[in-house]
C-alpha cells in the first residue's frame, strides 16, 4: 500500500509543469472570454450574412491567437488526468488479481488489498477527498465562467455516486485514488496562497471579472429562429386588426338601435291610450 501512495505522488508531482501550463491558459481563456462574446454578439445581431460570419471567424481566429490558446484548451485537463488514472486503475486491478502479495500487503483493517473493503471505509474517505477537493478547487482559473458552476454541480454529483459505485472495488485501488485525490487538494490549496500564481507566471483575473454576472452565450440558430417567429407573429397580428367596420358590425348596430326606438314607441303609444280612456270616464 505505501508503495502504491510514494508511486502517486511521484507520477503526479511529474505533471506539475503540465498542470500549471493548464492553470495559464485556463485563466486566460477566462480573460479572454468578455471580448469573445462581443464578437459573437456582433456577428448576432448582423444576422446570417456570410461575409460578416467570416469577418467574425477571422476575429475570433485572432483572439486565440493573441492570447496564445485553442477553443479546446479546457479539455486539456482530461487529456492530462484521464491516461493516468485508466493507466493506475487497470494495472492496480490486473495486480491485485494476479499478485500473492497483495493479499497481505496492506495494514490495519486492511490488510488484504485484493478484496473489496467489507466497512465501507474507503469508499467513504475516497468520496469525502474528492468532495473537499471539488468545494476549494473546481473553479482554479475559470473565476466568472458559467460553465465552472456546471462542471462543479456535476462534480458533486460524482462525489455523492461514488461510494455506491466503488464499494465492490479491492482495496489496493483506493490505495492510489485516495493519494491521488490529496495530492490535488494539497496542490489547489498551495496555489490559493498569495503570491505562488504569480511566482508561478499565471496571469490574475481581475476581481470585477470574476464578481460581475456573465453575459450568456449567443446562440446564432436560436438567434435567427426567434427572429423569423418574431415577424411572423407581427405578420399575423397586422393581418387580423381591422381597418374599417365591417357590413355585419353596422347591420347589427342599425338593428339594435332599431328596435330600441320601436320599443320606447310602442311604450309611449300604450301610455296615450291609457289617458285617452281615463279621460272619457271622467267625462261621462
Given at each position: 500500500?505505501?508503495?502504491?501512495?510514494?508511486?502517486?505522488?511521484l507520477?503526479r508531482g511529474?505533471?506539475?509543469?503540465?498542470?500549471?501550463?493548464q492553470?495559464k491558459?485556463?485563466?486566460?481563456?477566462?480573460?479572454m472570454?468578455?471580448?469573445?462574446?462581443?464578437i459573437k454578439?456582433r456577428?448576432?445581431?448582423?444576422?446570417s450574412?456570410?461575409?460578416?460570419?467570416?469577418d467574425g471567424?477571422n476575429?475570433m481566429?485572432?483572439?486565440?491567437k493573441?492570447y496564445?490558446?485553442t477553443?479546446f484548451?479546457?479539455?486539456k485537463?482530461l487529456?492530462i488526468?484521464g491516461?493516468?488514472?485508466?493507466?493506475?486503475?487497470?494495472?492496480?486491478?490486473?495486480?491485485a488479481?494476479?499478485?500473492?502479495s497483495?493479499?497481505?500487503?496492506?495494514?490495519?483493517?486492511?490488510t488484504?488489498?485484493s478484496?473489496?473493503?467489507?466497512?465501507?471505509?474507503?469508499?467513504?474517505?475516497?468520496a469525502?477527498t474528492?468532495?473537499?477537493?471539488?468545494?476549494?478547487?473546481?473553479?482554479?482559473?475559470m473565476?466568472g465562467?458559467?460553465?465552472?458552476?456546471t462542471m462543479?454541480?456535476?462534480?458533486r454529483?460524482?462525489?455523492?455516486?461514488?461510494?455506491?459505485f466503488?464499494?465492490?472495488?479491492p482495496?489496493?485501488?483506493?490505495?492510489?485514488?485516495?493519494?491521488s485525490?490529496?495530492?490535488?487538494?494539497t496542490?489547489?490549496?498551495?496555489?490559493k496562497?498569495?503570491g505562488?500564481?504569480k511566482?508561478?507566471?499565471?496571469?490574475e483575473?481581475?476581481?470585477?471579472?470574476?464578481?460581475t454576472?456573465p453575459?450568456?452565450?449567443?446562440d446564432?440558430y436560436?438567434?435567427?429562429?426567434q427572429?423569423?417567429k418574431q415577424?411572423k407573429t407581427?405578420?399575423?397580428?397586422?393581418?387580423?386588426?381591422?381597418?374599417?367596420?365591417?357590413k355585419?358590425?353596422?347591420?347589427?348596430?342599425s338593428?339594435?338601435s332599431?328596435?330600441?326606438?320601436?320599443?320606447?314607441?310602442?311604450?309611449?303609444?300604450?301610455?296615450?291610450k291609457?289617458v285617452k280612456?281615463?279621460k272619457k270616464?271622467?267625462k261621462?
Amino acid at each position: 500500500w505505501a508503495s502504491i501512495a510514494v508511486t502517486t505522488f511521484l507520477i503526479r508531482g511529474s505533471t506539475l509543469p503540465l498542470l500549471i501550463n493548464q492553470l495559464k491558459a485556463t485563466t486566460k481563456m477566462t480573460l479572454m472570454r468578455p471580448r469573445l462574446e462581443e464578437i459573437k454578439e456582433r456577428m448576432a445581431s448582423q444576422g446570417s450574412d456570410s461575409l460578416s460570419m467570416t469577418d467574425g471567424q477571422n476575429e475570433m481566429k485572432k483572439l486565440f491567437k493573441e492570447y496564445g490558446v485553442t477553443p479546446f484548451t479546457p479539455l486539456k485537463g482530461l487529456f492530462i488526468q484521464g491516461p493516468i488514472f485508466v493507466s493506475f486503475f487497470l494495472a492496480i486491478s490486473t495486480m491485485a488479481e494476479k499478485m500473492p502479495s497483495f493479499k497481505h500487503g496492506g495494514a490495519y483493517w486492511f490488510t488484504d488489498l485484493s478484496t473489496p473493503d467489507s466497512l465501507y471505509i474507503f469508499p467513504a474517505l475516497t468520496a469525502l477527498t474528492f468532495f473537499i477537493t471539488v468545494e476549494c478547487n473546481m473553479q482554479e482559473g475559470m473565476e466568472g465562467n458559467p460553465a465552472a458552476k456546471t462542471m462543479k454541480n456535476v462534480s458533486r454529483v460524482l462525489a455523492a455516486l461514488t461510494v455506491p459505485f466503488t464499494m465492490s472495488f479491492p482495496k489496493a485501488l483506493f490505495c492510489y485514488w485516495i493519494t491521488s485525490n490529496l495530492f490535488s487538494l494539497t496542490y489547489g490549496l498551495v496555489l490559493k496562497a498569495p503570491g505562488v500564481k504569480k511566482a508561478l507566471g499565471v496571469p490574475e483575473i481581475p476581481k470585477e471579472a470574476a464578481v460581475t454576472t456573465p453575459r450568456p452565450s449567443i446562440d446564432l440558430y436560436t438567434a435567427l429562429k426567434q427572429t423569423l417567429k418574431q415577424a411572423k407573429t407581427a405578420s399575423q397580428q397586422s393581418a387580423s386588426l381591422p381597418v374599417e367596420p365591417t357590413k355585419a358590425s353596422n347591420q347589427r348596430t342599425s338593428t339594435s338601435s332599431s328596435s330600441s326606438s320601436s320599443t320606447i314607441n310602442q311604450r309611449l303609444r300604450n301610455l296615450e291610450k291609457q289617458v285617452k280612456g281615463r279621460k272619457k270616464n271622467k267625462k261621462r
